[in-house]
């Protein structure tokens, strides 16, 4: 038997977590406002919105004009990863091991906690309980991922929805192509073909739609039959390590801004939390004085704790800027687990090829998140079925 896989969903975060400085404006109608130099259409709304007609992904100048009274709230990186990362602890402090997928998005498993709370449904709500219900979250739970995912997609705020493995196909069947991880043009071809819902979706060969949608279509259609088994892996504890400066007035020089992030990094690598240990991943984060922030992350091809290298990997991420700022910070995402490099007197062959291959990894790792990086096995090569012939296993070294 399969272990159960949980999604828990929080709709709309990126807005939910920018109107925490401003609660006010949930009752009004309200929208993300576009990242400044992209295509000018609106994230996720308010309920007020909605029922004004406003939805997520309309162009700015049609919202405007459908609702002269709407609100644009600029959007606020920093704070939403902050409190992104305040739910996942409390996750974690409630005993589940996570897998972030993305911000308002995240998967666990159930089984090593079910005996602790007193069963699934129970374990389901302490997870619930452990966001809160300010931020109206709803968990699905399945046997595959995409299907937990749909599950958290249609329930209600505070709920839990429990799909079992007989009735997936039969849950999936009726729900939207919206809920595929699908281009617009690729989800408007299907839909010039008949193709609205993901039973239809999933009852097409797939090599079909393969060639007519390339490896994105074939994946879809995956997707439409439940998605993949592999269970959730538990990320690695962050860094808690992070500094910041107040100015006492807007500043828009670059000079000024680089030496104080030239001022921060000397002060950071000097933490004692740090032990000596080597930088991997860093974030940038700026208050800009129309409201909202801005956040920059990198992640170093070598881990280091040279002040210079770091001055130089976030030094271009600066001239990103979108207006003067009233604060900076850094952070140390991700340090090495050890404190210096063990050399070897003789090196047997190919062990600095293998050396670059898992540093490799661990920067993809750092830069994209725990299973990121899968390997393929084989477990029925006679299988009919494409997709039962191998699975996708997290790749940990």
């Excluded at 709709?11 to 993300?32: D, K, T």
């Excluded at 299907?147 to 009726?174: I, K, N, T, Y």
């Excluded at 998605?227 to 504890?237: F, K, Q, S, T």
């Excluded at 293998?354 to 299988?383: F, I, K, M, Y």
Aim: glycine share 10%.
């Amino acid at each position: 038997m399969f272990p159960v896989i949980a999604c828990l969903l929080i709709p709309g975060f990126e807005l939910r977590a920018a109107l925490l400085a401003r609660p006010r404006l949930v009752l009004r109608p309200a929208a993300l406002a576009p990242v400044e130099g992209t295509e000018p259409l609106l994230g996720p709304v308010t309920a007020v919105a909605a029922a004004a007609g406003i939805r997520p992904g309309m162009r700015l100048g049609e919202a405007l004009a459908t609702c002269p009274s709407l609100v644009l709230v600029e959007q606020d990186p920093a704070r939403a990863e902050q409190a992104w990362e305040g739910l996942l602890r409390r996750l974690e402090d409630a005993g589940f091991a996570v897998e972030p997928a993305e911000p308002g998005c995240v998967y666990f498993e159930t089984r090593g906690v079910e005996r602790l709370y007193g069963g699934l449904e129970k374990a389901l709500e302490r997870a619930l309980a452990a966001v809160g219900t300010g931020w109206e979250a709803r968990v699905g739970a399945a046997e595959r991922r995409f299907a937990a995912l749909a599950a958290a997609s249609v329930a209600r705020a505070g709920q839990a929805l429990v799909v079992s493995d007989e009735r997936r196909s039969e849950f999936l069947g009726p729900l939207p192509l919206d809920l595929l991880p699908l281009e617009r043009e690729r989800a408007g071809e299907l839909r010039e073909l008949g193709v609205r819902r993901l039973g239809e979706l999933a009852r097409l060969p797939g090599a079909a739609v393969a060639e007519r949608l390339g490896p994105i279509g074939r994946h879809a259609w995956s997707l439409a039959r439940g998605g993949a088994a592999a269970p959730p892996h538990g990320r690695r504890p962050p860094a808690e390590i992070a500094e910041a400066i107040e100015f006492p007035e807007a500043i828009d020089n670059e000079l000024t801004i680089r030496r104080a992030l030239a001022a921060l990094v000397d002060t950071i690598l000097a933490r004692p939390e740090r032990a000596d240990r080597f930088v991997r991943k860093l974030a940038v984060t700026a208050k800009l004085v129309g409201g909202g922030s801005w956040r920059r992350t990198a992640t170093l091809r070598d881990p280091t704790a040279e002040r210079d290298r770091l001055r130089a990997a976030l030094g271009p991420k600066l001239t990103e800027l979108p207006a003067p700022v009233t604060g900076l910070g850094l952070e140390l995402v991700e340090l090495t687990a050890s404190r210096g490099h063990q050399l070897e007197l003789v090196r047997t062959e190919g062990a600095k090829l293998d050396d670059r291959l898992h540093e490799g990894l661990r920067q993809v790792r750092a830069a994209t998140g725990t299973g990121s990086v899968c390997t393929v096995v084989e477990v029925a090569p006679w299988s009919r079925i494409p997709e039962a012939r191998a699975l996708l296993v997290p790749r940990d070294e």
